[in-house]
């Protein structure tokens, strides 16, 4: 009888625990969402944009305080593309005259400042944009539900289906909880997130049937554990790098890229966590065993055996 080789880490032991760590995310997350919501940009609530170009770049920080105190209010400040090309974004209805209004105000402290456009990003297109971007994530779990449910099987789709919604739900409620601000950028990340923890999850799952197929226990939980160690390794190399680079990008980026990083870094280290104690965990809730990875014989084949 072959047996397993014993492994370090025993991950289906801590599972409970790790069921109460996420639970205690979501809980945090879903209530940050119902209490404060999120800090939704413009891409979403509509308002006014702003560009100008100093002749040296500005402090963000003195420019963002300048016009709250001006009466601005729900001020967004960054540079676009060079450092001294800057994004000024107000939350209220446009004005025709608002970024003379503007840059009248910032040309007084001193500096050098044009004028490069003054937009409007209405209501409407941000209703719109949030319903087609809260369908689009609902399109994506769809398909990955029938992807994994005709790839692997139903259990298995069940088990990532709910990772997939558990990393979404803490990625958002972290920017709910601190207010970050929640625009398109983010919204990309977060489909970015569903892939990358997808990914993880797939490879974690072809090792858990592998495995299963070629063991003769039924230990289920042992199993799982020999087949989440073998992928350890591969698992901790692709989300290391793949932090490198956001912190790269976090640091060195500049703030039009400031969300997405974050969004991601975020996404990437739930996913590795969910990869492992949700959508691996969880096919010992819902019971798979043996007998699921069993493939159906045909009625062509059971004929054949009745035959005398």
Not at 63 to 79: H, I, K, Y
Not at 113 to 133: C, N, P, Y
Request: hydrophobic share 50%.
């Amino acid at each position: 009888m072959k047996t397993l080789v014993t492994r370090q880490f025993d991950f289906m032991g801590k599972r409970r625990i790790a069921f109460a760590v996420s639970g205690l995310m979501l809980l945090v997350s879903l209530a940050a969402l119902l209490l404060q919501q999120l800090n939704l940009g413009l891409d979403f609530t509509g308002g006014t944009l702003v560009e100008v170009q100093y002749a040296t770049a500005p402090s963000l920080d003195a420019v963002r305080q300048l016009l709250e105190d001006a009466g601005f209010r729900d001020v967004s400040v960054q540079t676009f593309g060079a450092s001294t090309e800057v994004l000024i974004r107000l939350q209220q209805a446009f004005d025709p005259d608002v970024g003379e209004q503007v840059v009248r105000m910032l040309r007084d402290t001193g500096e050098q400042v044009e004028l490069v456009r003054a937009e409007f990003v209405g209501a409407q297109v941000g209703d719109q944009l949030r319903d087609q971007s809260g369908m689009g994530l609902l399109v994506a779990l769809g398909v990955v539900m029938l992807y994994v449910a005709f790839r692997f099987q139903y259990k298995f789709a069940i088990g990532a289906l709910l990772a997939l919604i558990h990393d979404v739900i803490i990625v958002v409620g972290i920017f709910s909880l601190f207010q970050l601000d929640f625009d398109l950028t983010v919204l990309a990340a977060l489909l970015a997130v569903i892939g990358y923890s997808l990914n993880d999850t797939i490879v974690v799952y072809d090792r858990i049937r592998e495995t299963i197929r070629k063991s003769r226990i039924d230990d289920m939980p042992a199993i799982f554990n020999e087949a989440i160690n073998m992928t350890l390794s591969r698992t901790l190399a692709t989300s290391g790098t793949t932090v490198l680079v956001l912190l790269a990008l976090l640091l060195l980026g500049g703030d039009m890229i400031e969300g997405f990083a974050i969004a991601l870094l975020i996404g990437v280290v739930i996913g590795t966590f969910s990869s492992i104690y949700v959508a691996s965990a969880l096919l010992l809730t819902v019971h798979l065993d043996r007998e699921d990875l069993i493939p159906p014989k045909k009625e062509a084949d059971d004929e054949e055996e009745q035959l005398p």
